[in-house]
């Protein structure tokens, strides 16, 4: 990892590590969010939720996360099984995404399945992550 203005990239300039933030478009409408992707395979998201990414191809890779959504009380309620398919913009500036959010109730129960897509920018461009 080069600790320059291209450290989003890894080393090889095909897969990302950084802060991105993200419009996520799904049928009910859209929203946008921030995603924290480290070197070793790991992604976060601010609002919670946690999970691994991993390469696919050239310039592709794909990233699961398990969200949590909790009641007014405070309560799970459940989570939401995020699985999406990406690849970095012919720009070296972004990615786009596209994949399916599986929501569960705190049962386990499947509630609803969303095509859901992405479209992310590093969230403080020209700033190599920490």
């Known amino acids: 990892m080069t600790a320059d203005a291209?450290?989003?990239?890894?080393v090889d300039g095909d897969f990302l590590a950084g802060a991105w933030t993200a419009r996520v478009a799904r049928?009910?409408?859209?929203?946008?969010?921030?995603?924290?992707?480290?070197?070793?395979?790991?992604?976060?998201l601010a609002s919670g939720g946690a999970g691994t990414w991993w390469p696919t191809g050239a310039r592709a890779f794909s990233f699961r996360v398990a969200e949590p959504v909790f009641d007014a009380r405070g309560d799970c309620a459940g989570w939401v099984d995020v699985e999406q398919r990406a690849?970095?913009?012919?720009?070296?500036?972004?990615?786009?995404?596209?994949?399916?959010?599986?929501?569960?109730?705190?049962?386990?129960?499947?509630?609803r399945v969303s095509r859901v897509e992405i479209s992310a920018r590093p969230l403080r461009p020209?700033?190599?992550?920490?």
């Open 27 to 44: 049928p009910s409408g859209t929203s946008s969010s921030v995603l924290h992707f480290t070197v070793d395979g790991r992604v976060f």
């Open 126 to 130: 020209g700033v190599p992550p920490p």
């Open 6 to 10: 291209d450290a989003v990239l890894d």
């Open 87 to 111: 690849v970095l913009t012919g720009d070296g500036g972004g990615f786009r995404g596209e994949g399916t959010s599986v929501v569960y109730g705190a049962d386990g129960a499947r509630l």
